[in-house]
């Protein structure tokens, strides 16, 4: 089959695609021209990369031997459209359906054979059906460890709260400044030294997991969201989370201990300080069995038998 997609580096992406070689998928990737961070590729790349990638696109299909496209983010679901001869499968991110060029994935979603999202909060946006398959995470690699241990190795400060923002601070739509603002308030409620960590984007994502167990808990203030990988690994650490009403978040951590979504800034300092004063770690390993990665990709390797079976995915 052959994947299109906007960022073949994203390390969800990169999961993803190796629990399919493991499963025994034969795939080719093609990746729109151009820079791109993250999964923002509507703001990073530019109308000509996109008017580029439609002939390599074809080139591709004409000389290759595939039974089937996947989209992956709608600005690649017109180049997988167009063409008639194979089926074609789209993945819809996230902010593909929130951001600027939402309407893309809209109007391509009725036209696909079968469209996968993140969570039912961005299907129920989409004039088709659609079918619920978060990104799966490695749940050998994000797992529960010493907290000392892991605060020892990263070199931070023992007697003091530490709360995670794991997004890049320039990407508006994680809102980095209200994350600021209900740090800057719950120190006013907390005896110890609150400090708040951004890797940024710099952190290799295999160094991750020790990031999350050596924090006391996750902030999540987006204001617009499907389910971020960084909540599912923190759950996978049993890292509690804090987080605005965003995407399918409230739904993930109804069953969880010690996390709370919220709405207003008093009410994300208010539950950022519980958590921080209970001092406990979250059950929210034992919530994401069904997110482990190779289980996932045997769930969308199921949408393409079907697809290829011509039914209704």
Known sequence: MLHLTTSRTAEFYKTQMASLDRRGVDYEILEVPGESVGKKADVNRSPVDYLR??????????RGDFDLVHANYGLTAPHALAQFRLPVVLSLWGSDVNGAFGWVSKLAAPRCDAVVVMSSQL??????EYTVLPHGIDLEQFSPMSQPAAREELDWERDAYHVLFPAPVAREEKDFPRARRVVRAAREDLSKPLVLQTPNGNVAHDRMPVWMNAADALLITSRHEGLPNAVKEALACNLPVVSTDVGSIHERLEPVSHSTVATTDAELVEALV???????????????ADLDVDRVAQRLEGVYERVLDGENA
């Not at 990638?53 to 004409?62: G, H, K, L, Q, S």
């Not at 519980?274 to 994401?288: D, I, P």
């Open 123 to 128: 299907g129920e946006q989409l004039p088709s």
């Open 274 to 288: 519980g958590v921080l004063r209970n001092g406990g770690r979250s059950n929210g390993r034992e919530t994401v």
């Open 53 to 62: 990638f439609f002939p390599v696109v074809r080139r591709t299909i004409a």
